[in-house]
């Protein structure tokens, strides 16, 4: 259990709320662990098996706290809240940021600078560690994105935007395959491809980049974001624009280190993956594996470069989307994007 921006997200499937006079009781197994006052809080995000009492939903409807439930995979089921909800202001303000393309824009560039600023510290975290790679253009295309990060500010336009973003993400994949520090030569990565993935690593980025958006879209959902409303993807009918948004910033950091670790400790091998035709795909042990792996780097922590706290890594994509919520309510001066250290 742990509250972040008032919100109280409980993840022991063995814990249960009720209402306790004015406050939220949270017992474990018949013993209290946790009471908090309800005007502490804006929200609650029940994670797999964690319950709670009617009177509870009822007590938190009047308060105004909004309730939302999670599968055990963060994945989004449903949302109680009261008759009067502050919801759908909050999505007012996002729409109206998208339509107006200065804001739009100003928006649309915190999501690209920092996928650009993260691949660069994951580039230069590589480039420390393996001495090595800064010979064989690691080094070289650090410059490149650090001279994209640059430009970003200045961009005058969305579309130019996205053409920073798109010369910055070509720079980092030419030299992703050096990070893979494997001897397998059944495990080479030449260039990103999707739709299919031409091998291995391009079928777990791909993967992962999937889960890591669903996500995405939970906790867009939680804080009552439309995810489909975006600033740097156009909107499209049945794609989540703003979770793809907000997975700019986690693909290095997160989901890339986590791939690369995969294969650099050989949890992972060639002959974990099937050959169709021109793509590649996990097969179905390897998939319950590397899951496995996923929900265990979810229970790591690092400390938020914002909040100065400790945040579960399963907890950064509910983190970010309810600063952007804040941003775009004008509670906060800016949004605070993710920035790796």
């Not at 509250?3 to 997200?9: A, E, H, I, Q, S």
Request: net charge positive.
């Amino acid at each position: 259990m742990r509250r972040l921006l008032n919100t109280l997200y409980v993840t022991n499937p063995d814990a249960y709320l009720r209402k306790k006079d004015d406050s939220i009781s949270v017992t474990i197994e018949g013993s209290e662990v946790m009471k908090m006052p309800f005007h502490l809080l804006d929200g609650i995000a029940l994670f797999g098996h964690a319950g709670c009492s009617m009177p509870l939903l009822g007590a938190c409807s009047s308060h105004g706290i909004t309730v939302s439930i999670l599968d055990e995979r963060g994945r989004f089921a449903a949302r109680v809240e009261g008759p009067v909800s502050g919801n759908v202001l909050l999505r007012r303000d996002q729409f109206a940021n998208a339509s107006d393309a200065f804001r739009c824009l100003h928006v649309a560039k915190r999501f690209v600078a920092a996928k650009i600023h993260n691949s660069r510290i994951v580039l230069q975290h590589f480039a420390r560690d393996y001495p090595d790679l800064k010979a064989l253009g690691v080094e070289e295309a650090v410059g490149k994105l650090r001279g994209s990060l640059a430009s970003v500010a200045t961009t005058p336009s969305l579309e130019q935007l996205r053409g920073v973003e798109g010369d910055a993400a070509h720079a980092y994949y030419q030299v992703f395959g050096l990070l893979l520090r494997t001897r397998d030569e059944g495990l080479r990565f030449e260039s990103r491809s999707r739709r299919p993935p031409a091998d291995p690593v391009n079928s777990a980025l791909s993967f992962f980049y999937v889960l890591m958006s669903r996500d995405l879209v939970s906790a867009c959902e939680t804080v009552g974001l439309d995810p489909q409303m975006g600033y740097l993807h156009a909107c499209r009918p049945g794609r989540a624009s703003l979770a793809l948004d907000l997975l700019e910033e986690f693909r290095a950091p997160y989901v890339d280190r986590f791939v690369l670790s995969l294969f650099n400790r050989r949890q992972l091998a060639r002959s974990d993956f099937a050959f169709e035709g021109n793509g590649v795909r996990f097969k179905d042990a390897a998939m319950k594996k590397a899951l496995s792996l996923w929900q265990e780097k979810k229970q790591e922590q690092i400390n938020h470069p914002y909040l100065g706290e400790k945040v579960q890594l399963g907890l950064l994509p509910h983190v970010q989307a309810q600063l952007l919520a804040r941003y775009l309510r004008g509670d906060l001066d800016d949004y605070p994007a993710f920035l790796w250290r």
